[in-house]
């Protein structure tokens, strides 16, 4: 891989990992808008996987106090399900239906009425949220947005919806990770220079966050996450629809 390249993804996992370690979300869509642009969907995934996996992994342990395991759990158990069906299907997106849903993500998640979207605490909750945040995974590469609308309506405070979306988001970025691998098979080597520099690079942005956060009011999380999401949903949109209009 050009240095070059290396250098870009290495910059793109040290922000994104610190922007999601402040806001629980955010950093992933960034990120994966970086890595598409420059590599094919499925290996894209793949380093995309494992910066996240890594970033909200260490988020979680820094907060692991904060993590609500009933929702954890919860979770896990959508996802379960999820992943079983995702492995029948055997589904890649392509580059432009990734950019489509990254950018639409923040706007569904914003419109859908709330009576429609159990919050996590909620009966069944956190198991419709496993289910529907690991599909989201499997074809846009992210779920934050989404995943956010399942906590943003509850009385948890801002450490204890970091720390538990952080455990969440691990075990959906491990199974995507694993996923991904089965579909590309033999046909893709990955550069161990560059899966070790986006875990360092994870653990370091994440690392870093934690005092940022820790000055934040829980009005300001709130109201800074969805500009931040909607911003990027714009971008997302407009990048997703020329590149189907350009084929």
């Known amino acids: 891989m050009p240095l070059s390249l290396l250098s ?3 910059v793109s996992v040290l922000g994104t990992s610190f922007l999601s370690g402040v ?3 955010a950093g992933g869509m960034v990120l ?3 890595l598409v642009a420059f590599l094919p969907v499925a290996p894209a995934m793949i380093v995309h996987g494992t910066a996240q996996m890594t970033s909200n992994g260490w988020r979680a342990f820094l907060w692991r106090r904060h993590i609500d395991f009933r929702i954890f759990r919860g979770y896990c158990l959508g996802l379960v399900l999820a992943s079983i069906a995702f492995l029948f299907l055997g589904f ?5 239906l990734v950019l489509i849903v990254l950018g639409a993500l923040p706007f569904v998640a914003l419109i859908i009425p709330a009576r429609y979207v159990p919050q996590v605490t909620s009966r069944f909750g956190a198991e419709v949220c496993g289910v529907l945040n690991t599909t989201l995974q499997f074809i846009a590469g992210v779920s934050g947005p989404m995943l956010d609308a399942f ?3 509850t009385q948890m405070d801002r450490r204890a919806v970091v720390a538990t979306k952080a455990a969440c988001q691990t075990v959906s970025h491990m199974a995507k990770l694993v996923y991904f691998s089965r579909a590309i098979g033999g046909e893709d080597t990955f550069d161990i220079i560059l899966l070790a520099m986006v875990i360092v690079m994870a653990v370091l942005g994440t690392s870093l ?4 956060l820790e000055k934040m009011t829980d ?3 709130r109201r800074w996450t969805q500009a931040l999401l ?3 949903g714009v971008a997302y949109l407009v990048q997703g629809f020329y590149v189907l209009w350009s084929r």
């Open 23 to 25: 806001f629980g979300m």
């Open 151 to 153: 906590f943003i309506r």
């Open 32 to 34: 994966m808008g970086v």
């Open 92 to 96: 890649v997106p392509d580059r432009a």
């Open 8 to 10: 870009l993804i290495a």
């Open 230 to 232: 909607l911003t990027i």
């Open 219 to 221: 009005h300001q999380f």
């Open 209 to 212: 966050s934690k005092f940022v």
